[in-house]
């Protein structure tokens, strides 16, 4: 499997990445996760990304291009799940050069379609684990634990730009930035539109149906 799973902020991308990648062996690569961990450990990368992240800007792209390309020449033969990656016309560039050189090239694109309404409330409701990325919602997907991730048993956290501020500016930011990479697959003919709403696991049988 070889995919980027796009969609605006909290579409779901990490839910259904996480999902795919453990049924499939494929690499789970979200940039949003590799920065957050160098922001936890403070380097170089991450004392650059941190002011970004907090408003809901994107960190500028040859700081998640050096990252994306990182993580890539690492996965296997069961592919990637790009998740988060790319948001820009000039990412998406980037990453059909590198996926050349590679010989992995990419077989689809999925746009996970969620309306904005939607979009806040998941977004409110998400708590994180920080140790292993691993998403959770208060209402529709509640650790076994309360407070407790089901995976590793980390303290979950609500992510600092959860908060209303930034929310709005993330779903600002996709509309003008990220949303016109659409136009990008559309033309190359490998963009699959799925509604994403509904059970996570109605909609992963819908992404499984799309790229098979
Ligand atoms: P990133 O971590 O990638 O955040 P995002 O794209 O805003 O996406 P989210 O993680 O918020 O949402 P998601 O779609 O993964 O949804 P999730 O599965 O968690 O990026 C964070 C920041 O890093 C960016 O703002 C930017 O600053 C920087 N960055 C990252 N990549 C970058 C790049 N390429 N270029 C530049 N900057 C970059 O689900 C959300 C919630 O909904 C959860 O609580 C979940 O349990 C729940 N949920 C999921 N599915 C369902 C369902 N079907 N029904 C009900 N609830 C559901």
Avoid: W
């Amino acid at each position: 499997m070889r995919i980027v799973l796009f969609g605006p902020p909290g579409a779901g991308k990490g839910t259904q990445a996480s999902l795919l990648s453990e049924k499939s062996g494929a690499g789970h690569i979200s940039t949003g996760d590799a920065l957050r961990e160098a922001v936890a450990n403070q380097t170089e990368v991450g004392l650059k990304a941190k002011s970004y992240m907090d408003k809901g800007e994107l960190v500028p792209d040859e700081v998640v291009i050096a990252i994306a390309k990182d993580k890539l020449a690492s996965t296997g033969d069961a592919g990637y799940i790009l998740d988060g990656f790319p948001r820009t016309v000039a990412q998406a560039e980037a990453l059909d050069k590198a996926l050349e050189e590679l010989g992995k090239p990419l077989e689809a694109v999925v746009n996970l379609q969620v309306d904005d309404d939607e979009l806040v409330r998941r977004l409110s409701g998400r708590r994180v684990c920080p140790n292993c990325g691993e998403p959770y919602h208060l209402e529709s997907k509640a650790p076994k634990v309360e407070g407790k991730c089901d995976v590793c048993g980390t303290d979950l956290v609500h992510r600092s730009d959860d908060q209303p501020e930034a929310i709005r500016n993330r779903l600002k930011v996709y509309s003008e930035k990220t949303s016109p990479v659409l136009g990008y697959y559309e033309n190359r003919g490998i963009l699959r539109n799925i509604p994403a709403v509904g059970s996570i696991q109605d909609i992963y049988g819908r992404i499984i149906q799309a790229v098979s």
